[in-house]
């Protein structure tokens, strides 16, 4: 089993609809973030998180430590979302690790 | 900022060449990653440096691979000789503090195709 489980692996939707992509982790982690892989392959970061919830835009991340889970969520989706979305987590100790284990991804797609 | 800067954006070369991938990152961030993507394994961290100190090599796949940090201004990874296995596309990313609570910085990629 990966220490890094996303899903679903692929999602498909229409302009304008909610998506939540999920993520779960076996380790305990200091840190999560998210980033977005565009089709022609750059990566951004989009958020780093330790617990609760942040916003950017239309993005929303949760992440709930107790039940090693986050969530990523878009509302009123659009074409430029189209990408695929990674999960990483910085496992602990603290201190000296900034080493982290990626999720496999999850490829979005979003229909005009 | 210009953002984290590599060089080339794709290379291809026969197998047993020597092939260096080059990275600048942003000014005034204090630690390097250099991460390796490929369809069967996805993102891997290769090595990562702090103040242009290497701290954790473990990724790095064997001996054919090295990496330096001469300043804080730039740094190399090396493979030599390259192997067809290798070919995949290499991130250099840059933090400005420890990724408890940097944000990560990411480089184009460098594609590299080993024939």
């Known amino acids: 089993k990966n220490e890094v489980e996303q899903s679903p692996q692929n999602l498909t939707a229409q302009e304008g609809e909610f998506i939540t992509i999920n993520c779960s982790y076996s380790v305990g982690i200091s840190a999560l973030h998210w980033l977005q892989q565009h089709p022609g392959g750059g990566i951004v970061s989009l958020f780093m998180l330790s617990s609760g919830k942040k916003k950017h835009g239309r993005l929303i991340a949760t992440i709930n430590i107790q039940e090693k889970h986050s969530s990523l969520h878009i509302t009123a989706s659009h074409p430029r979302d189209s990408a695929v979305y990674i999960c990483a987590v910085r496992s602990l100790p603290n201190f000296g690790n900034e080493k982290l284990t990626f999720g496999t991804g999850t490829r979005l797609t979003i229909i005009p | 900022d210009a953002g984290v800067i590599q060089s080339p954006r794709h290379e291809v070369t026969e197998m047993g060449q020597e092939v260096t991938l080059r990275c600048k990152p942003i000014?005034?961030?204090?630690?390097l990653f250099w991460y390796r993507q490929t369809m069967m394994r996805g993102l891997e961290l290769l090595i990562y440096?702090?103040?242009?100190?290497?701290?954790?090599d473990s990724g790095m796949p064997e001996d054919r691979f090295s990496a330096k940090m001469p300043n804080a201004s730039f740094s190399t990874l090396k493979i030599q000789p390259s192997e067809p296995r290798d070919s995949a596309v290499y991130f250099c990313a840059s933090s400005r503090e420890g990724l408890n609570t940097g944000e990560l910085f990411f480089g184009e990629g460098s594609r590299l195709t080993v024939l």
């Open positions: 000014s005034g961030h204090d630690y």
């Open positions: 440096f702090n103040n242009n100190v290497p701290i954790d």
